[in-house]
C-alpha cells in the first residue's frame, strides 16, 4: 500500500477507531438459563434461582438440564405456570420471580401501542387500588407507590408499574415490578421483587431478566409498521438533508470526524439486548480527490481492506462481495469477526458510493445475541434507504 492509498484510506481507520470506542458497553459472564414459557414467553435468569414445582424447591439449573419445558402447558384462568425465588447465603429469600397469565383479556398489542397518557393513569390507579386491598387481606401494606409507565422491551409494549410492600417474613420492605404484557389469549404479568437491603445485588440481576423478555407468538415486524405508521408517512428516521433514511431502534447521534485529507461523519445508535449489544452506523465521507466512476469500485473495496485491518482481522476473512443496491448501482457487502475488549463480535454491513461521497452502512453485535435479536440487528441493513426528493 503506497503512502498516497495511506492518506486517502486513513479516514476510515479514524472511523473504525471511533466507531467502537464511542460506545463500551459491559456485559456480565455468569451462567444464564433460558426458561420457556406458555404463549412463546422466554426470559434469562441466573441459574442460582431456585424454582417452586410441585411444593418443591429446585435448582434453575437442574430444572433447565432435566428437559422441562413450559411452553406447551395448558393453562387455565390466572394459572401461574412459573415461580422461583432467589435465597440469601442465610438461605433467606432475597428475591422472587413468577409468570401469571391472563387468558381472559381482549386487550392485543395495538391496544397497548394505542394507549394513551390518560390510559396509563387509569390503569395505575386502578392497579393502586387492586393492590391495596389484597396486601391488606394477607396483612401486609403498600410502603411506597412509583406508578406505571409504558415501555417496550424487544419490540414488545408492556407497562411497568413499581412499589414497595412490607416483607411478608421478617423485617424489611420488598421492591416489587409487574411487567403486564397485553396479547390477547396469552396476556401475562412477569412479577419481579427483591429485598431493599439485597438491592446492590438484585437490582441489576432483576433488571436483567426484565430486559431479556421475548415473546414469539408476537409479531416484531408488525409492531416496526405499526409504529411506522404512527410516526409519519415511512417511520423512518431521515437525515438532515433527507438523503439517507433507516429504521434506527433509537434516534441517532451524529458524530463528526476529521483528518488532514477529508472531514466525515457518522449517525451512530446503540442498543442493549439481556445477553450483549449492538451498534448501529451510516457513516458519510466525501470522495476523495481523483476518485472517479472508472476507480471508485477499486477505491471502495481497499477502503473496506483498511477497515477490516483496522478491526485487527485479515481482509481475506471477511467475505466481501458485490451486488445490486436496487438500482443501477451496486454495493460492496461485507461480514466478518473480531474482538472488542475480549468479547467476540461480528461486523456487517456494505459500501457504497453515492453522489460526491461513499458510505458505510454497518451493524456491529456481539455474537451472544439470540438468533432472532441478530435477525432484528440485521434488518437495520436492509432499511437503509436513499431519498430522491422531485424536482
Known amino acids: 500500500m503506497d503512502m498516497k492509498c495511506r492518506s486517502l484510506w486513513a479516514p476510515l481507520l479514524l472511523l473504525a477507531m471511533f466507531f467502537f470506542g464511542s460506545v463500551r458497553v459491559a456485559w456480565a459472564t455468569e451462567n444464564m438459563a433460558t426458561v420457556s414459557?406458555?404463549?412463546?414467553?422466554?426470559?434469562?435468569?441466573?441459574?442460582?434461582?431456585?424454582?417452586?414445582?410441585?411444593g418443591q424447591r429446585i435448582k434453575l439449573d437442574e430444572f433447565v438440564k432435566s428437559g422441562l419445558n413450559l411452553s406447551g402447558i395448558r393453562h387455565a384462568r390466572s394459572k401461574l405456570p412459573f415461580a422461583a425465588n432467589y435465597l440469601n447465603d442465610r438461605s433467606r429469600t432475597v428475591g422472587i420471580l413468577n409468570v401469571r397469565y391472563y387468558p381472559q383479556l381482549d386487550l392485543s398489542q395495538?391496544?397497548?401501542?394505542?394507549?394513551?397518557?390518560?390510559?396509563?393513569?387509569?390503569?395505575?390507579?386502578?392497579?393502586?387500588?387492586?393492590?391495596a386491598k389484597e396486601m391488606k387481606a394477607f396483612g401486609m401494606s403498600v410502603t411506597s407507590w412509583t406508578g406505571t409507565k409504558k415501555k417496550e422491551i424487544n419490540g414488545i409494549t408492556v407497562f411497568v408499574t413499581e412499589y414497595s410492600r412490607a416483607s411478608a417474613n421478617g423485617p424489611g420492605n420488598f421492591r416489587v415490578r409487574l411487567i403486564r404484557v397485553f396479547a390477547g389469549d396469552g396476556s401475562f404479568t412477569l412479577t419481579v421483587s427483591y429485598l431493599d437491603r439485597a438491592a446492590k445485588l438484585m437490582r441489576p440481576m432483576t433488571n436483567r431478566i426484565v430486559d431479556s423478555l421475548e415473546v414469539s407468538d408476537i409479531s416484531v415486524s408488525e409492531n416496526l409498521e405499526d409504529k411506522s405508521r404512527s410516526t409519519g408517512?415511512?417511520?423512518?428516521?431521515?437525515?438532515?438533508?433527507?438523503?439517507?433514511?433507516?429504521m434506527f431502534p433509537s434516534p441517532p447521534?451524529?458524530?463528526?470526524?476529521?483528518?488532514?485529507?477529508?472531514?466525515?461523519?457518522?449517525?451512530?445508535s446503540a442498543k442493549r439486548f439481556n445477553n450483549g449489544g449492538a451498534?448501529?452506523?451510516?457513516?458519510?465521507?466525501?470522495?476523495?480527490?481523483?476518485?472517479?466512476?472508472a476507480n471508485s469500485k477499486m477505491f471502495v473495496e481497499k477502503?473496506?481492506?483498511?477497515?477490516?485491518?483496522?478491526?485487527?482481522?485479515?481482509?481475506?476473512?471477511?467475505?466481501?462481495?458485490?451486488?445490486?443496491?436496487?438500482?443501477?448501482?451496486?454495493?460492496l457487502d461485507y461480514d466478518f469477526r473480531f474482538l472488542f475488549s475480549g468479547v467476540p463480535f461480528k461486523g456487517r454491513g456494505f459500501w457504497l458510493v453515492d453522489r460526491e461521497n461513499y458510505i458505510r452502512v454497518s451493524v456491529s453485535f456481539s455474537e451472544s445475541l439470540s438468533s432472532k435479536n441478530k435477525d432484528r440487528v440485521l434488518s437495520f441493513?436492509?432499511?437503509?434507504?436513499?431519498?430522491?426528493?422531485?424536482?
Open 110 to 131: 395495538q391496544d397497548a401501542r394505542s394507549a394513551t397518557n390518560h390510559d396509563v393513569l387509569a390503569l395505575d390507579a386502578a392497579l393502586k387500588e387492586n393492590i
Open 279 to 293: 451498534l448501529y452506523a451510516i457513516t458519510i465521507i466525501p470522495l476523495p480527490e481523483g476518485i472517479n466512476d
Open 381 to 391: 441493513l436492509d432499511s437503509f434507504v436513499l431519498v430522491t426528493k422531485p424536482d
Open 253 to 268: 447521534k451524529r458524530v463528526g470526524a476529521a483528518t488532514g485529507v477529508v472531514e466525515g461523519y457518522s449517525y451512530q
Open 37 to 54: 414459557l406458555p404463549k412463546g414467553v422466554s426470559i434469562q435468569m441466573q441459574e442460582k434461582w431456585v424454582v417452586l414445582s410441585g
Open 233 to 246: 408517512a415511512s417511520g423512518l428516521w431521515s437525515s438532515e438533508s433527507g438523503r439517507y433514511a433507516a
Open 303 to 331: 477502503s473496506n481492506d483498511a477497515f477490516v485491518q483496522a478491526m485487527g482481522q485479515n481482509p481475506g476473512d471477511a467475505k466481501a462481495s458485490w451486488r445490486g443496491f436496487g438500482d443501477s448501482r451496486e454495493r
